[in-house]
């Protein structure tokens, strides 16, 4: 029987600039879908790529002064590095100046041309160069294009149109069967009913680099017909095999040209209907679109340069699929320490080393059973919810974690622990095959440790009783700067915490670092009362404190927000360090140290509560039995 065929493509990327972070979002949440349909068994294709016939492209190598094809090919070779670097598995990467491209897309033009859907006239309109498109005035906001925040310019040329409004009725029943999520399917249905659909321009007259309308070589075809061309270019010989696409990957602010005008010119040109669209939102920070024209981007090669593929990956695909996500080098990091540090890795490392010492024994699966798991998996993928899957997954590793601290394997007197081992090298066989679309190459460690394959025949049956070996680390926490969110190091930071972790303190030296105490003055531990609680504006794990020292009061910074509301931190009593050197942490001046605990994984914090008859700035001693 042949393999069920699968096409996935993500939009093209403009070259007028290297990638931006945004990019590798795209990607990983493209390259997640295609591992996981080829584990399915899929006979898969991917495509990626950069369009490279926009004007903005052109302009881009004006400005800095260098040819256009050298400005062009530096900066696509960015683009393939990005996808070498992040392991993404594409089958092909189409480069929109290629010959072959240009061929396609003229003969799509030519029968849309033939069709009678494409006719000469005159347009005059406000043009957006970042979007390569008109805009209406009720399409802008403060005057400005919604996308890039700068003002259009006012053009007015001869053209070629396309009869997008003929298409109308039958976009408006076709939307809602294959735009996901579905608000994002109204937003386009709302603006049709609203605004109608109008013929658009299709062509730029006396425009220097681009594809020729057919016939006419005087206009150059629009950027936006010519890069949609391109998920059927993309294909070469293959079109027969593959058309139509599955699965289109855009992000939100091109779901106009994919929901409307893609399709339409389909139609047009007599070719099947993509089956989905999935838009995701964008990656943000200070609420705002990271994008290069707006100057707020993060680099992913650069991040790739400090930290591995599935660090990024992983970081990444956490965020929410649909909706804009805040993202930062500091989540990158936090989600590196606490998910894959804290509880993937000390977990693979924990149950290597026993099973190594003591061995397997196989047995019945009794707890650890993922077969609700793998039911849940197939349905977020169908659904493209990739990032529910990503939650689940860890919460079944969660559940492994808690499985080996009851059940105590390490324990001489434990005469189970054989066949509690097998249970939880069972359920790491498990997860780690459907963890494997989302950080493969950590996965293909794991299996190798485990002696298992990353195929769905693997999933399905038990795990084989095979000698283990300890596995190497496979994550490094890396301790940061809350000052300024700089990198110090990647060696692991302490398990217990204070303001950021309890055998950190501020150094006595006048720095606004935080590094490990080599004091050897001895603490000053004080009973103080928190008498207000304020979040750090510049740090969201950050509060600001009100302490009550009885004589005095002090403002003291501390990294409980992501563990404690104010509510529960408001008039409560605490145990403070007192004569630490002042810092200033994210620009406020702290004056001590909140004494905390913190678990294993950094799930719970944990601070000494006096009682209620201490009074404030009691010192606190702490003798032996």
């Not at 945004?22 to 493209?30: D, I, N, P, Y």
């Not at 584990?39 to 881009?60: I, R, S």
């Not at 206009?219 to 059927?232: E, S, T």
Request: glycine share 6%.
């Amino acid at each position: 029987m042949a393999k069920k065929t699968f096409y996935i493509t993500t939009a093209i990327d403009y070259v007028n600039s290297v990638p931006h972070v945004g990019h590798a979002f795209e990607k990983v949440l493209a390259d997640a879908l295609a591992r996981y349909r080829r584990l399915l068994g899929c006979d898969l294709f991917f495509l990626t790529g950069v369009d490279e016939n926009a004007q903005k492209n052109v302009e881009a190598a004006e400005k800095a002064g260098v040819p256009v094809k050298e400005f062009i090919d530096k900066n696509a070779a960015s683009f393939i590095e990005l996808c070498d670097k992040l392991n993404i598995s594409y089958n092909d990467f189409i480069r929109t100046t290629a010959k072959e491209h240009a061929v396609v897309v003229q003969k799509i033009v030519k029968k849309i041309m033939e069709k009678g859907d494409i006719y000469k006239g005159t347009y005059e309109g406000l043009y957006c160069v970042g979007c390569e498109t008109y805009y209406t005035e009720k399409d802008l906001v403060d005057g400005k294009c919604p996308e890039h925040n700068t003002a259009p310019e006012k053009r007015r040329e001869e053209a070629y149109f396309f009869k997008l409004g003929k298409y109308k009725n039958r976009l408006l029943k076709i939307i809602p069967k294959y735009v996901v999520p579905e608000f994002r399917a109204n937003e386009i249905l709302a603006r049709i009913k609203n605004d109608g659909l109008n013929d658009i321009c299709i062509s730029r007259k006396g425009a220097k680099w681009g594809i020729d309308i057919p016939g006419d070589p005087e206009f150059k075809i629009w950027v936006w017909i010519d890069a949609l061309i391109n998920y059927i270019s993309g294909l070469k010989d293959k079109e027969k095999i593959y058309w139509p696409a599955d699965v289109h990957v855009i992000g939100k602010g091109i779901n106009w040209f994919h929901s409307v005008i893609w399709p339409a010119i389909l139609l047009s040109a007599g070719y099947k209907l993509h089956k989905k669209l999935m838009v995701h939102g964008y990656l943000i920070t200070g609420g705002k679109k990271m994008s290069k024209s707006l100057g707020n981007v993060i680099s992913p090669l650069e991040l790739l340069d400090k930290y591995s593929s599935d660090v990024i990956r992983y970081s990444l695909l956490k965020c929410s699929v649909f909706d804009d996500s805040d993202y930062s080098e500091e989540i990158l990091i936090e989600r590196n320490n606490n998910e894959l540090a804290n509880k993937l890795g000390n977990l693979i490392m924990r149950v290597s080393t026993l099973a190594e010492k003591y061995g397997l024994t196989k047995t019945p699966i009794k707890t650890l059973n993922s077969g609700h798991l793998q039911n849940k998996i197939v349905e977020y993928f169908d659904n493209l919810e990739f990032d529910k899957a990503l939650n689940d997954i860890f919460s079944f590793i969660d559940e492994c974690n808690t499985f080996i601290q009851e059940k105590k394997p390490w324990e001489e007197s434990n005469k189970d622990k054989k066949e509690i081992l097998y249970e939880l090298s069972n359920a790491i066989k498990d997860f780690t095959i459907l963890l494997s679309p989302f950080i493969p190459e950590t996965c293909e460690k794991i299996s190798k440790t485990f002696n298992f394959s990353l195929t769905f025949k693997d999933l399905k049956a038990p795990l084989k009783v095979t000698r283990i070996i300890k596995s190497d680390i496979l994550f490094k926490k890396v301790d940061i700067d809350i000052n300024d969110n700089k990198t110090l190091s990647p060696t692991p930071k302490p398990v217990s915490s204070s303001s950021s972790n309890s055998k950190l303190s501020q150094s006595p030296k006048k720095s606004n670092k935080v590094v490990v105490s080599d004091r050897k003055e001895k603490p000053e531990l004080r009973v103080g009362k928190i008498i207000e609680v304020k979040e750090h504006p510049d740090a969201d794990r950050l509060y600001i404190l009100n302490v009550d020292f009885g004589s005095e009061r002090r403002t003291i910074v501390a990294g409980l927000r992501k563990r404690y509301s104010k509510e529960e931190l408001l008039g409560k009593k605490a145990v403070f360090i007192t004569n630490l050197e002042p810092a200033k942490i994210r620009g406020i001046e702290s004056k001590g140290m909140i004494l905390a605990a913190a678990t294993d994984d950094d799930s719970e914090v944990y601070f000494i509560k006096p009682k209620d008859d201490v009074k404030e700035g009691s010192k606190v001693e702490f003798k032996d039995d």
